[in-house]
T-cell receptor, first 117, second 118 residues
């Protein structure tokens, strides 16, 4: 499978614990994005990497959130001291540096669903 | 700020019929792209169709077509010959194409849940 993969698919944790999600983008894609989706809403942008550089962070990304892409390949999203409001689906997407001929579309993974008890 | 509005929380259509999912957007940018994504219960966002703001013709991809009305700022998705497998959540999204914008950052609507019945 050469699509975007995310791990774990599901995570249940107690409030106050730390969690980490991993995303492996499509291998030739140099851009990587994290989105968060809560129930009944569309995905909301969190952060964006071009290669290993984190170029933009949303205000949604509080100090408890940190994302890395150390070698410009896979990325991790860590949430420290989780809160119940962090419960959501965390989606990773990747794209080529130069858009495809017409779309510049993002390719999404299946997401990591977080439940904070 | 960019805003995408999908006013239909749920839509129902009978198999083999056509259905239109509404999307309006608000932006001051002149150059932008509009997308539709499908999200089945598995969670993955699947790209369906794209329309650039300067494209003169409406986009089509197989059974999907985008009814783009720039003056009305609407980008409705038309699915022809609905199939049971089309049952899913559908999201309209927009990205800015102007210099300085985060390339690839998408702004999503709240989605429309489509149910296709036999």
């Amino acid at each position: 499978d050469t699509g975007v993969s995310q791990d774990p698919r599901h995570k249940i944790t107690k409030r106050g614990q730390n969690v980490t999600f991993r995303c492996d983008p499509i291998s030739e894609h140099n851009r990587l994005y994290w989105y968060r989706q809560t129930l009944g809403q569309g995905p909301e942008f969190l952060t964006y990497f071009q290669n290993e550089a984190q170029l933009e962070k949303s205000r949604l990304l509080s100090d408890r959130f940190s994302a890395e892409r150390p070698k410009g390949s896979f990325s991790t999203l860590e949430i420290q001291r989780t809160e119940q409001g962090d419960s959501a689906m965390y989606l990773c997407a990747s794209s080529l540096g130069m858009p495809r001929a017409n779309t510049g579309e993002l390719f999404f993974g299946e997401g990591s669903r977080l439940t904070v008890l | 700020a960019q805003k995408i509005t999908q006013t239909q929380p749920g839509m129902f259509v009978q198999e083999k019929e056509a259905v239109t999912l509404d999307c309006t957007y608000d932006t001051s940018d002149q150059s932008y792209g509009l997308f539709w994504y499908k999200q089945p219960s598995s969670g993955e966002m699947i790209f369906l169709i794209y329309q650039g703001s300067y494209d003169e013709q409406n986009a089509t991809e197989g059974r999907y077509s985008l009814n783009f009305q720039k003056a009305r700022k609407s980008a409705n998705l038309v699915i022809s010959a609905s199939q049971l497998g089309d049952s899913a959540m559908y999201f309209c999204a927009m990205k800015k194409l102007s210099r300085g914008s985060t390339l690839g950052r998408l702004y999503f609507g709240r989605g429309t849940q489509l149910t296709v019945w036999p």
